[in-house]
């Protein structure tokens, strides 16, 4: 780490393979010191031929409660959804390739037979190789797309450093800022998802290893063109985040005309009033306030939502009609891959909604 | 049924609570007389004291080969998707409303804590109180809203009603052919989906007992504004369906100018290429062909894709832009609520394709 808290990076992850001593380590002093354990599988990564000896250690329970609730199936990671309760979604597990606990959360990463390499955090997915680009793409290029030659942007969570490379294909760009606190996550996204990982080589991108409220609230006012929060669990209108000093400190760090981007819930959701949500956030954000959404297969529902919120500047950003479109032909920045999922027609349909989804709740003659 | 071959409404259904006797009845003989089991829980529908001690009896095994391949849990729903194996959907089962099986299909109507009542054709989830209106309302207004004053359309499948409760809502329309071969499946919705199934009782409509390939060839040519297929699994481009002699025989019985919109795969599956699917039907349809696509959570992948494909009329169909909205305020046909889903702005959205979706897969660099 300098003296401005940016680390610098090393391949330092720390393998141990004393599982029980991991996953029951109850490490709370809340320094990043890795703990890290590589699945017992992970050692046969070059034997092949062992594969089918070692079903059985594939089998992954994550929910044990009450099977009526959560339903379990060895040999599959079952995800289901507070928010929309009654339903699990299964993903078959082909063989596990890493679990390890961090002082902060405890991960997972396994090979799908249907979505590729999984990424699991505390038992909830955070991303698959086959429908990250649905996510990564279009929170990232949502805002950054609908203003004009954004500079500097800070990205907060985000530690798989998919956003970083999405920020890195726009030449304008001059900072990227991510503030993560888990550097286990990270090094554990560089090992198992380089292409996901590559947006860390960008050589914009600062690392700070902080709490994202803590370092925002020690920023200028007037930093950033955009802010991307991929920190927490998606918004909704009752969440404490919407209410804190989070939100009037992004707008603080925003300039006049910058952007905030942050992950909101499913519109499918019976918790979810996009109306009220976007009415709060409008007390804190004086220029544009929008929710949009994308379809990722793996997430439940189906269906994942951004809400864009703008400060005030010369004119309110219209975030419907991207001004800034990004040239698929030129391949600008660290990321390896032209994009898949974003393109200016994608950008402005996101923001279409289902007539349900267009009123407020509490005003809905049948709901 | 009179002299047309339109059969006229009674409630038939009847019922027959021998559960074993239905189940292990096979009969081949292609007749529609009807067999149907009230599940036993149905019996006491009032008397809802009883539920818990009936807990065993909800458990419901749709897939009971390999749990490896196909898991199952007791209670719970599963579907699996063969198209995009390694994944399940899991619903909880509340109460099981109904089991039986037609001479042509098994049926499963039940309580889900998540969907609301669910309906289950040969183990494939059909539709769910909760997100029918995405299915319903996109599969019948992108082909109707996309053609001036549409008079008469053919819909072959779609048993339950619910498209021609959309149908209703047009009220240029004048008249509403459906095929449809299986009278108890009508008979179920009718009861168990009112809301759905209301659609029969508009009276511009009217019911063919018949195979729709069958009735197509035997409609004049041009007879109709528009024919929406609901009644094959999704298409993709290697389907018997796009070779056969049915779209040439849709295209025939449309009138110049006339639409075809028909269920097609997911965007997210890997066996579907829209290009290759959409130059296939150009060799029948000589007007417009696009790909369109809605989100319905209970659905593998979260989203269900359509075909819309138009004959050659004075000029050609311009799907993405409705020139015949549907005016949400007024209240016209036979449906008890206003649109819940499609708007104008949501039929555009739905020809927004994502990048990976808009070339042929055989020319993607990475695929």
Chains 1, 2 share one sequence.
């Not at 929309?84 to 002082?103: E, I, M, N, T, Y």
């Not at 950054?144 to 798989?160: H, M, Y």
């Not at 309110?316 to 600008?332: A, E, G, H, L, M």
Request: net charge negative; hydrophobic share 35%; with cysteine.
């Amino acid at each position: 780490m300098d003296a401005n808290g940016v680390l610098s990076f090393s391949d330092d992850l720390v393998f141990k393979k004393k599982k029980d001593e991991v996953l029951n380590n109850n490490n709370d002093n809340g320094c990043s010191h890795l703990q890290v354990l590589e699945a017992e599988h992970q050692k046969d990564e070059e034997d092949e031929e062992e594969e089918e000896e070692e079903e059985e250690d594939n089998s992954i329970i994550i929910n044990g409660d009450d099977p009526l609730d959560h339903p379990t199936i060895p040999g599959w990671f079952c995800e289901h959804c507070p928010q929309w309760p009654g339903q699990a979604h299964f993903l078959k597990v082909d063989k596990v390739l890493f679990q390890g606990k961090s002082a902060y959360q405890a991960m997972l990463v396994f090979q799908s037979s249907a979505y590729g390499k999984v990424f699991v955090l505390d038992g909830a997915l955070q991303l698959t190789e086959k429908d990250e680009c649905a996510y990564q793409e279009m929170i990232t290029h949502l805002p950054l797309c609908s203003i004009p030659n954004p500079k500097k942007v800070l990205v907060i969570g985000g530690g798989d450093g998919g956003i970083l490379r999405e920020i890195s294909r726009h030449s304008s760009i001059e900072q990227i800022d991510i503030c993560e606190i888990d550097t286990m996550l990270i090094d554990v996204y560089k090992k198992y998802f380089p292409e996901i990982a590559v947006g860390y080589k960008d050589y914009r991108v600062n690392l700070h290893i902080i709490d994202g409220s803590a370092f925002l609230s020690s920023v200028p006012p007037g930093s950033y063109d955009a802010i991307i929060v991929d920190a927490f669990d998606p918004i909704k209108p009752d969440d404490e985040v919407v209410r804190s000093k989070l939100f009037e400190n992004v707008a603080k760090a925003l300039k006049e005309g910058g952007v905030l981007c942050i992950q909101a819930e499913s519109l499918w959701f019976p918790s979810l009033d996009i109306q009220i949500l976007i009415s709060k956030c409008k007390q804190v954000f004086k220029g544009s306030v929008q929710y949009a959404w994308t379809i990722v297969p793996a997430y439940p529902s189906g269906v994942i939502g951004f809400l864009l919120c703008s400060t005030q500047g010369p004119k309110d950003v219209d975030f419907k009609n991207p001004i800034n479109p990004i040239d698929s032909n030129k391949n600008f920045g660290v990321a390896t891959q032209p994009l898949k999922f974003y393109n200016s027609e994608v950008h402005s349909a996101a923001f279409c909604l289902p007539s349900f989804a267009k009123k407020a709740k509490g005003l809905r003659s049948n709901n």
